[in-house]
């Protein structure tokens, strides 16, 4: 299988980013040689980090599926349509974020103090919001592809904004704290692209992607692979998906809830998690 998890209330605790209760899923994943993909709203900055932090050398996708980025220790020949990434291989599926700042500029009059841009916001007061350190909050503001926003309004002004961004041919995703605004794309549509490379590459296996989310703007990602995992969130309704079958929700929040469902997708045995515990 290929794994494609959400990061912020999926892999990583909503609170606090631990992802210490999904370590030993992690460890027998990697020994087993099973890709983790994180499928992620955060930068590319953030990522490198991260997957660092958790030893994970699997390719990752950003910014709610605006790029896809492949190891080449992993990936030696440049596939159709990347660009050369230092270490890494990058292909985009988004226009870059300056695009983006342009079109909430221009919607500003009309919704003036409804909503902070990201990039109106100074370290200390992203660290304040969400919780990051400044290092992590330093990483999360170095986007590429869209912009976060904090919304201030009701829900009604919230619909007329996000059908504002529509018109002038952007996307508005909810992530767990911010509404991102960038192109049209998804982490769905990522998946699939991701997916499809692996197949090419591997034409002898068969891969099923299983997804991993909590959020709204993991709908697209969930619906389209064949095993989908809604992670319960101490903070939010889980979101709501057309699926029927291949469908589990988790009972336990963030990576606790993670582990509990690919115990039970992947039939992981307890015994080989028991070794791994200090
Ligand atoms: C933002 O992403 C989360 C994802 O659900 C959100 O919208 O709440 C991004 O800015 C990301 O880069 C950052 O790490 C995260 C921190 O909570 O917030
Ligand atoms: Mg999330
Ligand atoms: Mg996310």
């Known amino acids: 299988p290929l794994v494609f998890t959400d990061l912020d209330g999926t892999l990583l605790d909503h609170f606090t980013y631990s992802f210490e209760a999904a370590q030993p899923v992690l460890d027998y994943l990697d020994e087993k040689q099973v890709p983790v993909i994180a499928n992620t709203s955060k930068t590319s900055a953030e990522l490198i980090h991260i997957r660092k932090e958790i030893n994970n050398t699997c390719p990752f996708i950003v910014e709610n599926g605006a790029a896809v980025y492949l190891p080449k220790k992993r990936f030696v020949d440049c596939p159709e349509g990347c660009v050369d990434d230092g270490a890494l291989w990058r292909y985009e599926m988004s226009r870059p974020r300056h695009h983006w700042l342009e079109l909430l ?26 919780g990051l350190t400044s290092e992590q909050a330093e990483r999360a503001a170095q986007r590429e592809f869209g912009e976060p926003v904090l919304w201030h309004g009701n829900r009604e002004d919230k619909h007329i904004f996000i059908q504002a961004v529509n018109e002038l041919g952007g996307n508005v995703l909810q992530g767990g704290r911010f509404l991102h605004i960038g192109d049209k794309v998804n982490k769905g549509a990522a998946m699939q692209w991701l997916k499809q490379l692996y197949s090419k590459l591997y034409p002898e296996s068969e891969f099923q992607s299983i997804a991993l989310g909590d959020s709204q703007n993991d709908v697209d990602m969930l619906e389209q692979a064949d095993h989908a995992v809604v992670i319960a969130s101490p903070t939010h309704t889980a979101p709501e998906l057309v699926r029927q079958s291949n469908l589990i929700h988790s009972k336990a929040y963030g990576p606790e809830g993670w582990t509990e469902a ?17």
């Open 262 to 278: 690919l115990i039970q997708l992947l039939e992981i045995p307890a015994q080989a998690l028991l070794k791994r515990e200090k």
């Open 105 to 130: 500029q221009q919607l500003k009059p009309r919704f003036h103090s409804l909503f902070t841009s990201f990039s109106c916001l100074t370290n200390e007061q992203l660290v304040k919001l969400t």
